[in-house]
Structures are given as structure tokens and as C-alpha cells.
Nanobody, 126 residues
Framework: QVRLVESGGGLVQPGGSLRLSCATS????????IGWFRQAPGGEREGISC?????YYAQSVKGRFTISRDWAKNMVYLQMNSMNSEDTGVYFC??????????????????????WGQGTQVTVSS
């Protein structure tokens, strides 16, 4: 059973920060590309950051968001700074098989994700 469990969502004011966490397993961290996707209200799910030899960041979050992993805790994080209303949405942790994808493909191309977490809501509002 694949474990991808997000936490850390909530309400944050514009300009504020939030850190999302994705709890997973050593097997997933070793054999899968892990990424964060966002689905804004009424919008499509988009890849915003994916781990790799060169981490991928969507243009809309570049310089504000940072993806990282903790091997000891089997965790993947998304640190979000300088947040704005366009960051509002449901954030999903996802995993794609490492030998068929990479960080950029995982985040930008359809059909790269093998497993999804249940999502966590992030709302940026004053």
C-alpha cells in the first residue's frame, strides 16, 4: 500500500508562510519522483514543484516555494513563502515511477503520476 499523507494546510494571510508535509515511505522516496500539485477552485490540477537532480518549480512559485525531503523521517516538504491569493487551492503530494519520469516531466506532462495523496486545503485570505 502506497502511503502519501499530506498535512500542514490551513488559512494564511497574504504575505505569510506555510509548510506542507507529505509523509511517505522509504520505498517511495527511493523509487519514485515526489512532487506537489495544486488545484485551484474551478481549475485544473497543476504541478508546482517536483523533486529531482534539478528540482522543478512552476514559474508562478519560483523563488517563493522550496521543496525538500528528509530521508530519516521519510518526509517531503513544501515551504511556501510570500503567499498570495493565487496560491489558494488543494495541494496534493504525488509519486511517479523514477525510471519513467523526472522532476520536470512529472510536474508538466500528463500521465506521469502513479499515486496521489488525499490533498490538503490551503487558503490565502485576509
Amino acid at each position: 500500500q502506497v502511503r502519501l499523507v499530506e498535512s500542514g494546510g490551513g488559512l494564511v494571510q497574504p504575505g505569510g508562510s506555510l509548510r506542507l508535509s507529505c509523509a511517505t515511505s522509504e520505498d517511495i522516496l527511493t523509487n519514485y519522483v515526489i512532487g506537489w500539485f495544486r488545484q485551484a477552485p474551478g481549475g485544473e490540477r497543476e504541478g508546482i514543484s517536483c523533486l529531482g537532480s534539478n528540482n522543478y518549480y512552476a514559474q508562478s512559485v519560483k523563488g517563493r516555494f522550496t521543496i525538500s525531503r528528509d530521508w530519516a523521517k521519510n518526509m517531503v516538504y513544501l515551504q511556501m513563502n510570500s503567499m498570495n491569493s493565487e496560491d489558494t487551492g488543494v495541494y496534493f503530494c504525488a509519486a511517479g515511477i523514477k525510471w519513467i519520469t523526472n522532476s520536470e516531466a512529472m510536474c508538466t506532462k500528463d500521465g506521469q503520476v502513479s499515486y496521489w495523496g488525499q490533498g490538503t486545503q490551503v487558503t490565502v485570505s485576509s
